[in-house]
């Protein structure tokens, strides 16, 4: 079944011949490097034994990769129906593994895919991928079968994802990622990966869900609330956000910024004030 997708025509072939070019208002940047995208498939852990979901699959560089690792079913999900002539064609060629949904991500309910767990795995949409990884991780703290995310962000991005108190990128996304996952940076790759070229390296993130941080989770909901309130005005002392709390009830001073809190703090915050 791999080879047939190994003797379809380079992507960038198939591109000049759908007379398909990359849509910035997509955030479309294509990757075309062969060593590249198959380093990213075969990062997916349990690859040939787990159903990968692809966002943005484009001219279906990645999508190829994932097929030949050997991943036994992959569903796409594209909001740019110009690439069918090129999706429809890695379709035949997968032997019955690969469907393709023409919709956008932020509106898809993954749990409606049929799928009782599932990977993703993904070179994100630069517009989006902030927003679609938040909805991700909502699902993952409801309990929703996610075994491991595999994502390409902008590298700062992928800093603000993986960071640690006191680092220069810890954020609210490192907070609500931490809480609940374990989330490393896998490897850089350089612009002139991509066609057009971004102005921005990139990373790629894994992600992998950890069932013991998650049973510790009241509610990621007000975890999100809570630091998109204090993290919105990073500079200002907590008190100075929030001055009706008692800091000392939580061992706290109410001197510190956002910055230099814990997640666990964060979540105990959430689940006292909100």
Sequence with gaps: ???????????????????LEPKKQFGQNFLFDLNLTGRIARSVPDIEHTPVVEVGPGPAGLTRAILMAGAPRVIAIEKDKTTEPILSQIVDASDGRLSVIYDD?????????????????????????????????????SGEKIKSLTLMFQREVAQRITARVGDEHYGRLAVLTSLITDARILFDVPNTAFVPRPKVQSAVVQIIPNMDKISKIKDLKK????????????????????????????????????????????????????
Excluded at 251 to 273: I, K, Q, V, W, Y
């Design 1 to 19: 079944m791999t080879n047939k997708i190994m003797s379809l025509p380079p992507v960038s072939e198939m591109m000049r011949e759908c007379g």
């Design 105 to 141: 991500a932020l509106r898809v309910d993954f749990s409606a895919l049929g799928l009782s767990e599932y990977a993703i795995c993904a070179n994100l949409p630069y517009n989006v991928g902030t927003e679609l990884l938040i909805g991700w991780l909502h699902k993952v703290a």
């Design 223 to 274: 975890i999100e609330q809570i630091t998109a309130k204090l993290f919105g005005q990073r500079r200002k002392m907590i008190r100075a956000i929030m001055s009706n709390v008692d800091w000392s009830r939580f061992g706290l001073s109410g001197t510190e910024r956002a910055e230099n809190l814990s997640p666990e703090t964060f979540a105990l915050l959430a689940d006292n004030l909100l």
